[in-house]
C-alpha cells in the first residue's frame, strides 16, 4: 500500500464536532493523503446492533479491530475507516467503512442517521446493508433512507435541469450488497430451491396497482432496484450459541459454525473480487487524497445545509486535487534542480537538466491530476516551472560572475599591486604594463573559459583600468620627454666640453 503507514487498527474519519456538526478527523485525513493509489471503498450501513463490524474485520482479514459490542447500545460512532492492502488488486488498498448504527432510540436524531447512510452512498464503491432476520416488508421499511436519497442527493448542479434520476443515480451510485444475519428460513420458492441472490430479487419485486398502499409497499423496492445496478445478497446463519456471541471477538474460527464461516468466507472472497476501485462522475478514479478531499467536500455541503451535488463535488475536488497537484509537482521540479544543480554550470548543460526535470515533474502531476480536461492546471504548471527556471539561469549567472570575479581578483592581484606602488610610472612602463595585462588576461581567460559570465566580467575589469592606462601612459610620455631633454642637453654639454678641450689644445 502506498501509504506513509500501514494502520493497525480503525481511525474515525467523520464524528460529530462539539457543536454536533459532522466534521472529518484530520488524522483520517492525513492518512488518506499518504494513498497515492486507488482506493477499492467498502462501507457497511445498517441498524445498529446488527452485527455491521464483524463482517469489517473479516473483511481487513482480522479478528478484531472495528468495535464489537454485545449489549443493547450502539458502538460505532460517526463512520470509522481502516485502510488495509487490497488482498487481490496489486497496486490498490482497500478503504473499509463502518457506520454508526442506524436507529438507535437513544440517538434520537434520525436526519443524522439519513446523512451517515448517504455518505455511506457517496464515498463507497461498494455499499453492505447489514440486517438481522428476513428480507420482508418491515425490513425493507426500515431501509427508507434509500428512498430518501432523491431529496438528500443531488446529481447534477443546475436546480430543475432535467435528469432521469434512476439512470444519473445509478451511473454514480455503488454496488449494493444485502447480508442477512440469522437467516433461518430454508431458500425455497414453493418445492424450488432458489439462490440468495434469486430471495433478494423476489423480495424486491414490485406489485401491480396504483393504490396508495401499493405506491408505499414498491416505494423501497423500486428505489433499490432502480439505483443499485448491481444487487448481490448473503444470507449467514447465526453463527454462534448466544453464550458465544457476546465474545465474538475471542472465537476462534473452529469454535464457529461451519455454515457461518462458509457464508463469511464467500462473502469476503465476492468483495476482493467484484468491488471495483471508487469513482465519481466522468469515470475518474480515486486516490486515497481524493478520497479523503470528496469527503471534506460531502461533510461540508452538509454543514452548510447543502444538498450534497455529485457534479459540485466533481467540479471542487477537481480544484482541490490540481493545485495541490501543481504545489506537488512544482515542489519535485525544484527539489530535483537543487540536487542535481550544481551553480554554476554550462548553460547547455543546465537546460538539458530542466528538459529532464520537468518532464518527471509534468509526470508527478499527471499521477495527481484530477480531471484536468481543459489543461488549464498544466499550463499554470508549466508558467511556474518556467519562471523557476529562469530565476535558476539568473542565479546561474550571478554564480559564475562571482566566481569570475573571484579568479580575476586572484589572477590580477599582481598589476594592481604594481599600479598601486607605482611600478609602472618610469619610462617604457607602460609598455611593462601592456604586457602584463595581456599575459594575465590570457591566464584568465584560461581558467575561465567555461564560464558564461567570463568576457562580461572581464570587460567590466578592462573598462575600469582603461583611466589607468592613460595615467600610465602619460607617465611613460611625460618622463620619456624630460629623459630626451636630459639627453640633448648631455650631449650639448659634451660637445661644449670637447670645443673648449680642443681650443686649449690649440692654443698651447
Not at 432502480?226 to 471477538?249: D, H, L
Request: contains cysteine; glycine residues 6%; aromatic residues 8%.
Amino acid at each position: 500500500m502506498a501509504c506513509s503507514r500501514l494502520m493497525s487498527v480503525p481511525v474515525c474519519l467523520i464524528e460529530n464536532d462539539e457543536k454536533g456538526k459532522l466534521h472529518v478527523r484530520k488524522e483520517a485525513k492525513d492518512i488518506l493523503d499518504g494513498i497515492t493509489e486507488p482506493v477499492v471503498v467498502v462501507s457497511v450501513v445498517g441498524l445498529y446492533r446488527t452485527g455491521k463490524s464483524y463482517l469489517m474485520n473479516r473483511l481487513a482479514g482480522q479478528q478484531s479491530g472495528f468495535a464489537l459490542g454485545s449489549t443493547i447500545e450502539s458502538k460505532t460512532k460517526g463512520i470509522w475507516m481502516w485502510c488495509v492492502p487490497h488482498p487481490n488488486k496489486k497496486g490498490h488498498t482497500l478503504v473499509l467503512l463502518d457506520t454508526e448504527g442506524l436507529g438507535d432510540v437513544e440517538k434520537g436524531d434520525e436526519k443524522h442517521d439519513t446523512w451517515i447512510f448517504c455518505l455511506a452512498v457517496l464515498l463507497s464503491s461498494t455499499l453492505v446493508y447489514n440486517s438481522l432476520g428476513v428480507i420482508d416488508n418491515t425490513a425493507l421499511e426500515k431501509l427508507h433512507y434509500v428512498t430518501e436519497l432523491t431529496e438528500n442527493i443531488r446529481v447534477k448542479a443546475k436546480v430543475g435541469q432535467h435528469e432521469e434520476e434512476s439512470a444519473d443515480f445509478m451511473r454514480v451510485f455503488p454496488s449494493f450488497v444485502w447480508a442477512v444475519r440469522d437467516f433461518t428460513l430454508e431458500l425455497k420458492r414453493g418445492d424450488k430451491l432458489i439462490t440468495s441472490d434469486e430471495y433478494l430479487e423476489g423480495a424486491l419485486k414490485p406489485k401491480t396497482g396504483s393504490s396508495p398502499q401499493t405506491a408505499q409497499f414498491n416505494l423501497p423496492r423500486n428505489c433499490l432496484r432502480q439505483f443499485f445496478a448491481v444487487r448481490k445478497c448473503f444470507v449467514f446463519p447465526r453463527p454462534a450459541s448466544t453464550q458465544n456471541m457476546r465474545r465474538m471477538e475471542q472465537l476462534t474460527e473452529e469454535e464457529l459454525e461451519s455454515e457461518f464461516l462458509e457464508q463469511a468466507n464467500n462473502f469476503c472472497c465476492y468483495v476482493y473480487n467484484n468491488a471495483e476501485p471508487k469513482t465519481v462522475t466522468g469515470g475518474c478514479t480515486l486516490t486515497g487524497t481524493a478520497l479523503g478531499n470528496l469527503a471534506e467536500v460531502y461533510v461540508e455541503a452538509i454543514r452548510s445545509g447543502n444538498v450534497p451535488c455529485l457534479e459540485n463535488a466533481v467540479v471542487s475536488l477537481a480544484k482541490i486535487q490540481n493545485v495541490r497537484a501543481v504545489e506537488e509537482a512544482l515542489q519535485f521540479y525544484m527539489t530535483e534542480m537543487l540536487g542535481m544543480v550544481q551553480l554554476p554550470v554550462r548553460p547547455e548543460e543546465l537546460s538539458d537538466i530542466h528538459t529532464d526535470v520537468e518532464k518527471k515533474a509534468i509526470e508527478v502531476f499527471i499521477t495527481m491530476s484530477f480531471n484536468d480536461n481543459d489543461q488549464t492546471y498544466h499550463q499554470e504548471l508549466m508558467g511556474k516551472i518556467h519562471n523557476e527556471y529562469q530565476d535558476m539561469c539568473q542565479q546561474n549567472h550571478d554564480a559564475s560572475r562571482m566566481q569570475c570575479e573571484e579568479v580575476l581578483r586572484e589572477v590580477f592581484d599582481k598589476l594592481e599591486k604594481n599600479i598601486s606602488n607605482g611600478s609602472y610610472l618610469k619610462p617604457g612602463g607602460y609598455q611593462q604594463y601592456r604586457d602584463t595585462l595581456r599575459h594575465l588576461t590570457n591566464d584568465y581567460r584560461a581558467r575561465t573559459h567555461s564560464q558564461i559570465m567570463s568576457e562580461e566580467v572581464l570587460s567590466t575589469y578592462l573598462r575600469a583600468k582603461e583611466q589607468a592606462g592613460k595615467t600610465i601612459l602619460q607617465a611613460d610620455q611625460s618622463l620619456s620627454a624630460a629623459e630626451q631633454e636630459n639627453e640633448e642637453h648631455r650631449r650639448v654639454t659634451n660637445r661644449f666640453c670637447d670645443q673648449r678641450v680642443s681650443s686649449s689644445n690649440y692654443e698651447n
